[in-house]
């Protein structure tokens, strides 16, 4: 209901509406929300203080618009706490979805002056370089490219990334404890090739995130370049003073 005695601003008080009915499951992703004419009517309010509304909650990533169509709601974004490190299949499996890969290429190549830094190896010594995609429920989520040192990990093939998380590899069958990680994550736009692959179009906002991860003796064990779906994927901090 809208209150037009209530101090609220009516443009607040129908955006939390749409909101709560969005968090409660009443309207799913996918769903034909009521048109600015139809909102009109039933509340007796102007189709200004709707649009606000309504361009408020495409602007938070509630509602998303299709030209000549409406205005519908979005796919709720995946949300992943900074705190912890964990892999994707383990981020995933956490919030009941099916994590998947699909493999672009494997392959062992010398490290170029860049990569031998970031994992403290000679230049031109050996890296697995592993390209695919990740995906959750069959949708994908992320394009990811990493770099591993092939004399540090020793047995990894194609057939293991298809099949195995690679975080289980290291630590179950290598017996190799990962200890930390850092992170750096920027906003960019997609190219022709990352919006090929995540299946989205050319020029929507994505996340570029940078990886290192570290053994306990500070052995840096892989080096990871995404880039993550920024309608799909968000990231979540707790910050306590």
């Given at each position: 209901m809208i209150n037009?005695?209530?101090?609220?601003p009516i443009y607040y008080q129908l955006q939390e509406q749409i909101k709560n009915m969005i968090e409660k499951g009443e309207l799913t992703p996918g769903d034909l929300i009521s048109s600015e004419r139809e909102y009109a009517e039933r509340y007796q309010i102007s189709r200004m203080t709707i649009r606000q509304a309504l361009t408020k909650l495409v602007d938070e990533g509630y509602l998303y618009r299709v030209k000549g169509k409406g205005t519908f709601v979005t796919e709720r974004k995946i949300e992943q706490p900074l705190q912890g490190l964990t892999s994707f299949t383990e981020d995933m499996k956490a919030r009941g979805m099916v994590p998947g890969n699909e493999l672009l290429s494997f392959e062992i190549i010398p490290a170029n002056n860049l990569i031998a830094?970031?994992?403290?190896?000679?230049?031109?010594?050996?890296?697995?370089?592993?390209?695919?995609?990740?995906l959750a429920d069959d949708v994908p989520m992320a394009l990811e490219t990493t770099y591993i040192p092939a004399n540090l990990i020793k047995g990894l093939t194609d057939e293991i990334m298809r099949h195995q998380s690679l975080y289980d590899y290291i630590e179950d069958q290598q017996h190799i404890k990962i200890?930390?990680?850092e992170q750096v994550i920027e906003s960019s736009i997609a190219d022709q090739m990352e919006s090929q692959y995540?299946?989205?179009?050319?020029?929507?906002?994505?996340?570029?995130?940078?990886?290192?991860?570290?053994?306990?003796?500070?052995?840096?064990?892989?080096?990871?370049?995404?880039?993550?779906?920024?309608?799909?994927?968000?990231?979540?901090?707790?910050?306590?003073?």
């Open positions: 037009k005695n209530s101090p609220v830094g970031h994992l403290n190896i000679q230049e031109h010594g050996p890296v697995y370089e592993i390209k695919r995609i990740r200890d930390r990680g995540l299946k989205i179009k050319k020029g929507s906002p994505i996340l570029l995130i940078q990886r290192k991860s570290y053994l306990e003796d500070g052995t840096p064990i892989e080096l990871v370049k995404s880039v993550y779906r920024a309608d799909r994927y968000r990231f979540m901090i707790n910050m306590k003073r």
